[in-house]
């Protein structure tokens, strides 16, 4: 019997159409209803509480003696788990829709009054003089829930294609420029982290993709992790988020590429910043 | 109710025997320290190293109710019951690595949640401050291939692949095309998550067992905080028990998409690959403007759900995805080129698939008709009793069927939700005392999770099990590799449908 199936498949997917969406209002509007990094208010914030520190698993939350504000947020521990918000008595944690959370340097994820300048554009001159306009991926799954793969996946169909983007996931770490790491990093899989990593020709970057890769998150730590990357390999992109939604992960990686600017200061989507 | 009973070691092995001889299923084992929290207060120090208890936990043949069988060790060795029961000798294992006690004629002794050549200063599990793990990599435990057969390779993978997958290091002994034996080494990514649990408030377990494996984050803290609500004896609102449902099938359907997606990756049918992974984005969409997380997390809390999704303007998406569907799952039933792959691919008998404890859609596609939400019926599927699909071709033909039909029977189900959702509160007060437990199970995408909670004295978490789907499917799969040949593997390893994180945990 001759097949019909491979026409038949080929004339159905001609039906579907095209169903890329164009970058970068389609990608936010795909992530409506998103569930991003709650924004602190510490004007809003009350002496004596300690409700929100109490209600956050990871420790994003510490308690300051003398510091800019009551409290200490660092959204490179944050798992967008809300409870601070459904905890806060006074609305100084509220939700929000922030997603874009890629960021080049660690501090820039913690919250401060000041907005720190350096915005790490010399990096970014750097790779795009390395790389022109396409880039080779490592992925790495350190011990990850499986959530930040399920995601990175995502980059791969139709509606995000990454690959027009010039961006594509190399099986080989000799071919790649960028190692993507998910996970806390366990005992068992940081040698074959490291040795990925050794294996990649000079002039290499390295990304932390999700909380559990940037600090541990809810997940680092213990008797069988490390806390994500930190102290582990030099990281040039944390990308924060439990797991960071698609627009989120390809935000970072045009970032890195010097494609997009970042996004976040002091711990949040900088004013005007929406819509760069 | 869950049915407790006191077991000696000595009636271990005539009870099993009895049960199974009846038809029953060893779900699995567990230990914990009963006089272990008192560890964890700095101020009471012990005079001596707890001991661990064991728990049994039995469903026997057409009831409702698990059995929990209670077994305390004392001077007495342990026998081991994989002999009888076989699915329960990885779980004997990991009690062995994390809590240090020995079951005697285990018949595959030796490291199974920790890697060989890792070791822990003290058992893991103990309650108190945990010690990191040493490590010095060693070789995986393989089997000698008898005589110098020159022909035979040793094909090693992972544990880093390519691609955006999960660690995991496979071995294949081969020849040629034919595979003689596989090993999958797994547990690269044993987090120790169940410590993680250890003296948390109950309402911050929820968080975490979302990130127990990502995609099963709705069936996990739906398991864990039906545990919870048995030890307090809590009902939880019937509108809450209603929405869980909803939420349970949002993940059934996106998981799946996923699945048919991924399985279409591997028989290079590339249209159904793309439409397949397009459909779950889809679905992941409607979850997200439902509930602000595309993996529906955040919403299930010990005595309900912590707030409502928004249920306005989801039963239009949802109506076009099902037509859209329709048409991916007619064309999927009826690509030759596509089924040919699929066809005798994967072989797992019914009677394999029962003794080694297979689950979910990969059981129900070896003939066995069982499903916790229609047997053992939690929430509101006591009220909204699902339809069960059941293959018995035992190949990955079959196995995509089922997940078919789940998908059909997903959103048939969400729509009955929708319809005649109850009114009222959506959370009900829910605080287990000191000292109480309680066990509480979900049918995952992947089939049966099931979650042990004890309480401390202070009202905090002692001891949180987690028995997860994969970490049974696994253990089937191997068996279904062996003697096939290595053009067939990516199809049938994908036709499982299995996680790592899940199983390793
Ligand atoms: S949303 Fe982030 S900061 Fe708030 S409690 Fe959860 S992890 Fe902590
Ligand atoms: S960051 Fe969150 S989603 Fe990603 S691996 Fe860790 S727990 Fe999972």
Redesign the interface.
């Given at each position: 019997?001759a097949?019909?199936?491979?026409p038949?498949?080929?004339l159905?997917?001609l039906k579907?159409g095209k169903?890329t969406v164009p970058w970068p209002a389609g990608e936010r509007a795909?992530?409506?209803?998103?569930?991003g990094m709650p924004r602190f208010d510490p004007g809003k914030c009350a002496e004596g509480c300690r409700e929100c520190v109490d209600?956050c698993?990871p420790g994003a939350i510490t308690l300051q003696s003398g510091g800019e504000a009551r409290l200490s947020v660092d959204y490179g521990r944050c798992?967008?788990?809300?409870?601070c918000v459904?905890a806060c008595p006074t609305g100084a944690f509220a939700?929000s829709s922030d997603w874009a959370f890629g960021a080049r340097h660690r501090e820039d994820l913690v919250w401060s009054r000041a907005v720190a300048s350096a915005d790490g554009t010399a990096l970014a001159g750097e790779i795009r003089r390395v790389f022109g306009r396409s880039l080779h991926i490592r992925?790495?799954?350190?011990?990850?829930?499986?959530?930040?793969?399920?995601?990175?996946?995502?980059l791969?169909?139709?509606?995000?294609n990454l690959h027009r983007l010039g961006i594509f996931?190399t099986?080989s770490p000799r071919f790649a420029d960028l190692l993507l790491v998910t996970?806390?990093v366990?005992?068992?899989?940081r040698?074959?982290?490291e040795a990925?990593y050794a294996a990649m020709p000079e002039p290499r970057f390295v990304m932390a993709v999700g909380t559990c890769a940037v600090s541990g998150?809810?997940?680092g730590g213990?008797?069988?992790?490390a806390n994500g990357l930190e102290g582990l390999l030099p990281v040039d992109l944390y990308l924060p988020g439990?797991?960071p939604?698609p627009a989120a992960i390809i935000h970072a990686l045009l970032m890195l590429v010097g494609r997009m600017p970042q996004r976040v200061r002091g711990g949040r989507i900088a004013e005007g910043s929406e819509r760069a | 109710m869950t049915r407790y009973t006191d077991v000696a070691p000595r009636d271990l092995e005539p009870r099993c025997r009895e049960a199974v001889a009846a038809g029953a299923r060893m779900q699995f084992v567990y230990a914990w320290y009963p006089d272990g929290s008192r560890a964890l207060d700095d101020t009471q120090p012990m005079e001596q190293t707890p001991t661990a208890e064991l728990r049994y936990i039995v469903h026997a043949a057409g009831e409702h109710a698990p059995q929990i069988w209670r077994c305390r060790p004392g001077a007495q060795p342990v026998p081991s019951l994989a002999p009888i029961a076989p699915l329960l000798s990885w779980h004997e294992r990991e009690v062995t690595d994390l809590c240090g006690l020995k079951f005697k004629d285990q018949p595959q002794p030796g490291p199974k949640v920790l890697?060989p050549g890792?070791k822990?200063a003290r058992p893991?599990l103990l309650p108190g401050p945990?010690?990191?793990?040493t490590?010095v990599?060693e070789p995986y435990i393989l089997p000698e291939i008898a005589g110098a057969a020159p022909d035979v390779q040793l094909l090693p993978f992972g544990?880093?692949r390519?691609?955006?997958?999960?660690?995991a290091h496979f071995s294949f002994y081969y020849i040629g095309e034919a595979i003689l034996h596989y090993h999958p080494q797994l547990?690269?990514?044993?987090?120790?998550?169940e410590?993680?649990f250890e003296g948390?408030p109950p309402?911050?377990g929820a968080?975490?067992a979302e990130?127990?494996?990502?995609?099963g984050?709705v069936a996990h803290s739906l398991a864990y905080c039906q545990a919870l609500e048995a030890a307090a004896q809590c009902e939880v609102p019937p509108r809450a028990a209603w929405l869980r449902v909803l939420l349970a099938e949002l993940e059934r359907l996106y998981n799946h998409l996923?699945y048919l997606?991924h399985l279409c990756h591997t028989t290079t049918?590339?249209?159904?690959d793309?439409?397949g992974?397009?459909l779950?984005?889809l679905a992941?969409?409607i979850n997200?403007?439902?509930?602000?997380?595309?993996?529906l997390?955040?919403l299930i809390c010990p005595g309900g759900l912590?707030?409502e999704p928004?249920l306005e303007g989801l039963a239009e998406p949802l109506a076009r995805l099902r037509a859209e569907f329709d048409?991916y799952a007619a064309?999927l039933e009826?690509?030759?080129?596509?089924l040919d792959r699929l066809i005798t691919t994967g072989v797992l008998g019914k009677q394999l698939a029962f003794d080694q404890g297979a689950t979910g859609p990969v059981e129900r596609a070896s003939g066995i008709d069982r499903d916790p939400r229609r047997d053992q019926p939690y929430g509101a599927y006591r009220e909204l009793p699902p339809r069960v699909a059941v293959r018995d071709g035992c190949d990955a033909r079959a196995r995509q069927q089922v997940r078919i039909e789940e998908i059909e029977h997903s959103i048939e189900l969400i729509g009955r939700v929708l319809e005649g959702l109850p009114d009222g509160a959506s959370r009900a007060e829910c605080r287990p005392a000191p000292g109480s437990e309680g066990l509480g199970w979900a049918e995952s995408p992947r089939g049966s999770v099931y979650y042990a909670v004890h309480l401390d004295a202070r009202g905090r978490l002692a001891r949180v099990k987690v028995k997860s789907p994969s970490f049974s499917n696994w253990r089937v799969f191997a068996h279904t590799v062996h003697g096939t040949n290595m053009m067939d593997y990516a199809i049938n390893e994908a036709s499982f449908g299995l996680?790592?994180?899940?199983c390793?945990r």
């Open positions: 019997m097949n019909k199936s491979v038949l498949w080929t159905y997917g579907q169903a795909s992530q409506q209803g998103f569930l209600a698993l798992i967008v788990c809300q409870l459904e939700a992925h790495v799954d350190a011990g990850s829930c499986n959530g930040c793969e399920s995601e990175l996946q995502a791969g169909n139709p509606l995000y996931f099986p996970g806390p366990t005992y068992a899989l040698e074959p982290l990925a998150g809810s997940n213990g008797y069988s992790c439990c797991p939604n | 890697l890792a822990a893991p945990p010690a990191p793990l490590y990599r544990p880093v390519a691609g955006v997958v999960e660690s547990f690269f990514k044993h987090r120790g998550m410590k993680r948390l309402p911050l968080v975490l990130r127990v494996s990502g995609v984050s996923h997606g049918l590339k249209v159904g793309a439409e992974h397009y779950e984005e992941k969409q997200c403007r439902a509930t602000g997380s595309r993996f997390r955040s912590r707030r928004g048409g064309m009826s690509s030759t080129t596509h996680t790592i994180a899940g390793d």
